[in-house]
């Protein structure tokens, strides 16, 4: 009889599933969610824009519509086209498998998003992670020697970098872009509406750049919405790795209602910016806190012991993320998702107790 260990490739095996903590019960502030529900009258004319949605009817592969509403409200750039994927997580996924050739690798500095690593060795890309210095800046000598070296299909840069929350310097981007002359590079923004600064205007100014974005910091999460702008010779090629149906129909109304709506949602980021200050401010103060400057709806912060400040916010039932062994810099570090005020406001509580 056959196992599954007979089967499935040994480093899947040795995987665990990505792991997402129960927080019935929980403030949860541990993965970059929006808290504020869509306002009730809103949720009522959306109920009524989706009772009209065709379910029996596969969803529209290239949603015209769509793309020329989410072209216009997001400024994609007259000479980009547009790519969707069921959250940004499955552009990841599509990037990698697309440039999936024996040898090629992917390349992006550590810390940072975890997807890229994921990916790529899903689809057996071998991963470069070039760190960051211990400011999180980028360390721009050693990311172009890696690029020399490693000559990666792909260089990722999250723009602002999760989970370390700041804005790598925009010189150094363009640095790293004209060095990587034989690579894509995927401007990750899945932060943009808390970082107010973009690479969106430029998206179809090189002929190595592609920016990435997502609905999900926006408010979205639940609706797995991503979106890739980029030179239609690039998206062409990608687009013939992606699931022909991958975007469901409830997802495309959903997100071609709200976009008629954008502003609400910019109101809510907006509100979560001012918290993000208040929160940063307020953290600081507390004894042996360290705050890092962030461009994200979340806080990177250093504290005395990483797991004892978990521990007891959880005790206090409050989830953050203890990020602090996920690498070295990031020792004793935990990300803080900016909530509402009332939120925050639990969580400052909480972390008077752990800090004290
Ligand atoms: C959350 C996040 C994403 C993934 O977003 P989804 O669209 O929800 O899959 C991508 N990149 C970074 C840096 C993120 O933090």
Redesign the pocket.
């Known amino acids: 009889m056959t196992t599954p260990q007979d089967i499935i490739r040994r480093d899947v095996l040795a995987m665990t599933s990505y792991p997402v903590p129960d927080a019935s019960g929980y403030v949860k502030l541990d993965a970059?969610e929006n808290p504020f529900p869509l306002p009730a009258p809103l949720a009522a004319q959306l109920a009524e824009h989706l009772a009209g949605v065709a379910l029996n009817r596969y969803p529209a592969p290239r949603p015209g519509e769509l793309l020329d509403k989410l072209k216009r409200v997001m400024h994609v750039p007259a000479n980009c086209d547009v790519l969707l994927g069921n959250?940004?997580?499955e552009i990841i996924s599509m990037i990698a498998v697309a440039c999936a050739q024996p040898g090629a690798k992917i390349l992006a500095p550590v810390p940072g998003?975890v997807?890229y690593q994921v990916y790529a060795q899903l689809a057996n890309l071998e991963f470069v992670g070039v760190p960051l210095n211990a400011d999180f800046t980028l360390d721009t000598g050693a990311m172009l020697d890696a690029i020399d070296k490693h000559q990666p299909a792909v260089v990722y840069l999250?723009y602002p970098n999760?989970p370390t929350g700041n804005l790598f310097d925009e010189n150094d981007i363009e640095r790293i872009i004209a060095a990587a002359t034989r690579s894509l590079v995927v401007i990750?923004e899945?932060?943009q509406p808390f970082a107010e600064r973009s690479w969106m205007p430029r998206a179809g100014d090189f002929d190595n750049v592609v920016v990435m974005r997502?609905v999900?910091?926006l408010g979205l999460?639940g609706i797995?919405l991503?979106y890739l702008a980029g030179r239609p010779a690039w998206l062409t090629e990608l687009d013939k790795v992606r699931p022909p149906y991958n975007v469901n129909v409830l997802t495309q109304a959903t997100a071609d209602f709200l976009l008629d709506h954008i502003d609400m949602l910019d109101a809510q980021a907006a509100q979560l910016r001012a918290q993000r200050a208040r929160l940063a401010q307020e953290v600081a103060a507390l004894p042996g806190a360290e705050v890092f400057p962030s461009a994200g709806n979340f806080l990177l912060v250093r504290v005395p012991d990483a797991s004892a400040t978990f521990e007891t916010l959880l005790g206090a039932r409050v989830l953050i993320k203890n990020v602090s062994k996920m690498h070295p810099l990031l020792a004793n570090c935990v990300r803080l998702t900016v909530g509402s005020a009332e939120e925050n406001t639990q969580l400052l509580a909480a972390l008077k107790l752990a800090l004290h």
């Open positions: 970059m959250g940004s997580d998003f997807m999250a999760n990750d899945a932060y997502t999900s910091k999460a797995r991503g």
